[in-house]
């Protein structure tokens, strides 16, 4: 595997189910990141975490829980969510804290309908 | 504060046509820019990015982009529109003070080709 990699692909759940997406990166970066993705909105930054300790969080809901066990795993961790959380969930990864230019490389998504 | 303005919502050309997306950016620091390219149901890939080296910026599948400072702004060109570059594009600078790398995304230009 290469890159990053988001599991799964796609996923439909109730509103009172539990779920977790996962994240894995296979680039040796040291930052991974949760954006949300929804239909006419731009991207949506939702958690940061920058050598697996959390350096950000945009006033997500607290349904939405993330995760970081080490450098290369992310997790969001799902609960009770609302018909409005249904989006496309991007992980992305990158060089943090000595990097010159902060790129981040984009996994493919979770496609995520809460019916 | 950083922010950019995608100056089109939607760009419609011909195969074999020039390919120009509009791009302005406000930034208080010397900027990162970058854009990136979405096909449907994928992640974003990363075109090309600007890192004050050369303000003119060669990056995948034929596109490049001028860095103009007087103009604030960072268009995305390519010379000849083939069909499988149909996708939404985002121009995005980043947020240079902060440790994390924090991205600021633009609302995205959908390019249609028309054969």
């Known amino acids: 595997e290469t890159g990053v990699t988001q599991t799964p692909r796609h996923l439909v759940m109730g509103m009172t189910n539990k779920k977790s997406l996962k994240c894995e990166q296979h680039l040796g970066h040291n930052a991974m990141y949760w954006y949300k993705q929804s239909a006419k909105k731009p991207l949506e930054l939702m958690f940061v975490y920058s050598l697996e300790e959390r350096v950000e969080n945009n006033s997500v809901p607290s349904r939405f829980s993330p995760e970081c066990p080490n450098s290369s795993h992310l997790f969001l961790h799902l609960h009770t969510l609302q018909p409005e959380d249904s989006a496309l969930y991007l992980c992305?990864?990158?060089?943090?804290?000595?990097?010159?230019?902060?790129?981040?490389?984009f996994g493919p998504g979770t496609r995520l309908t809460v019916t | 504060a950083q922010s950019v303005t995608q100056l089109d919502s939607h760009v419609s050309v011909s195969e074999g046509t020039p390919v120009l997306l509009r791009c302005n950016y406000s930034?208080?620091?010397?900027?990162?820019l970058f854009w990136y390219v979405q096909h449907p149901n994928k992640g974003l890939q990363l075109l090309l990015k600007y890192t004050s080296a050369a303000t003119l910026v060669k990056g995948i599948n034929g596109f490049e982009a001028e860095f103009k400072k007087s103009e604030t702004s960072f268009h995305l060109t390519k010379p000849s529109a083939h069909m499988s570059d149909a996708a939404e594009y985002f121009c995005?600078?980043?947020?240079?003070?902060?440790?994390?790398?924090?991205?600021?995304f633009g609302q995205g230009t959908t390019l249609q080709v028309k054969p």
């Open positions: 995005v600078v980043s947020e240079g003070s902060s440790n994390t790398g924090k991205l600021i």
């Open positions: 992305a990864s990158s060089q943090a804290m000595t990097a010159l230019s902060y790129e981040q490389y």
């Open positions: 930034s208080s620091y010397s900027p990162s």
